[in-house]
């Protein structure tokens, strides 16, 4: 949400209230939440419902997660995938405490896939790294649309269709 959505709403803000200066801190879900619940944050953009009761969450987007990897990837040939498939290839995924981390893993639990049968080759608090690193042909991740859409449109990322497996998410 911090790379996708929240420009846009600052620039909107912004020409509300130009008066408020604003500090922007990028976290995983859970670590915003936590500054919200805190009073170190007043707002938070997160990819998951956080676990405390008393926080006010309005849904804002939805968005889906897909899995990418470079364009000239032996995987961007074949016209599908099965996520049991997926434990053979180097994955770089988000730290835990993210909710796209959260929400993968939900997501190939139910399609039979352990998350810890995956081979994972990086893990990262930045989705921008783990994108530039999926470019570098370090591996494969899955990652926001909103975030690499204008990789995949530019042709230097490729989505992998996985077989019965479509990853969404609500932002709020």
Do not use: W
Not at 105 to 124: R, T, Y
Not at 152 to 159: E, F, N, P, S
């Amino acid at each position: 949400p911090a790379e996708s959505l929240l420009p846009a709403l600052l620039a909107d803000f912004r020409r509300m209230r130009p008066e408020v200066q604003v500090v922007v801190s990028v976290s995983d879900s859970e670590a915003s939440a936590t500054a919200v619940c805190s009073g170190e944050a007043d707002v938070g953009l997160i990819g998951e419902l956080p676990h405390d009761g008393d926080l006010m969450v309005r849904p804002i987007a939805e968005d889906e997660l897909v899995l990418v990897a470079p364009a000239n990837h032996d995987l961007s040939r074949r016209k599908s995938f099965s996520a049991a498939q997926l434990a053979a290839q180097p994955l770089i995924i988000r730290e835990r405490g993210s909710g796209s981390r959260h929400c993968v893993e939900q997501h190939l639990e139910a399609a039979g896939v352990v998350p810890s049968d995956l081979n994972i080759v990086m893990e990262a608090n930045s989705n921008e790294s783990i994108r530039a690193a999926v470019e570098r042909g370090s591996g494969i991740a899955f990652q926001s649309r909103l975030g690499v859409q204008r990789e995949i449109d530019a042709g230097r990322l490729v989505t992998i269709r996985l077989r019965g497996l479509r990853i969404s998410r609500q932002l709020y």
